[in-house]
């Protein structure tokens, strides 16, 4: 069992369309970075989130983190090919000082 | 130049050789981190040097050996791998080894054992 589970592990959808990705746990995380990473290259950060129900937006991408800091989710509005990626979530559990990882949303989206 | 370059990009190896891997970042940051990615699985912390002391092993077998010869620079040493130890294997910096202190990723070796 995971610590932190991702789901959906897989998503393809069109050009344009809405999703959202979802980060859960039943422990308390510190913290919640969200990264992607794109084929042949390395993980990117995208955000940390760190107070419970903190909402953050980068552009069309809307990250939040839940009033009780088990779980967090990321929605992207009017998706692009560019979006396309693995898209990681990764925390520190409460009173901990390790990074774990979760496995990842692969995102394609087409055009 | 980029922030965390890993050499080589791809390395096909052997089980009978001895290889390394290189990393070098040049963000000024005093902690690096080898990670393991393999498929569908979430990745796997190896070893974490903060200010080029090793602080975390995190029960690799010894037929991988890392070593930090100043806080810029990182290596992963291989000698009689296995075929399930091919997988992508990153490195990472931060500006210090902690909870909260973001990764900074270089683009992986992609390693195949033979």
């Known amino acids: 069992t995971q610590l932190l589970e991702q789901s959906p592990q897989f998503l393809s959808i069109q050009e344009g369309e809405n999703l959202t990705v979802y980060c859960n746990s039943s422990s308390v995380f510190s913290s919640l970075q969200w990264y992607r990473q794109e084929p042949g290259e390395g993980p990117v950060l995208l955000v940390t989130?760190?107070?419970?129900?903190e909402v953050k937006k980068l552009k069309r991408l809307t990250f939040q983190f839940g009033d009780a800091r088990k779980d967090s989710s990321l929605h992207i509005t009017a998706a692009q090919p560019g979006d396309t990626g693995l898209y990681l979530c990764?925390?520190?559990?409460?009173?901990?000082?390790?990074?774990?990882f979760g496995a990842g949303t692969i995102l394609r989206v087409k055009s | 130049e980029t922030g965390v370059t890993q050499t080589p990009r791809h390395l096909v190896m052997g089980m009978t050789n001895k290889k390394s891997l290189k990393c070098e970042q040049h963000l000024g940051h005093n902690a690096m981190y080898w990670y393991k990615q393999s498929a569908k699985k979430p990745l796997e912390l190896m070893f974490v040097y903060n200010f080029k002391e090793q602080t975390e092993n995190n029960s690799v077998p010894s037929r991988f050996s890392p070593e930090c010869p100043n806080s810029s620079h990182l290596f992963l040493h291989l000698h009689t791998l296995q075929p399930e130890d091919s997988a992508l294997y990153l490195c990472a910096s931060s500006q210090v080894s902690g909870s909260n202190s973001p990764l900074h990723f270089g683009n992986g070796t992609r390693l195949t054992v033979t």
């Open positions: 990764a925390g520190v559990v409460e009173y901990g000082n390790k990074l774990v």
């Open positions: 989130v760190v107070t419970g129900g």
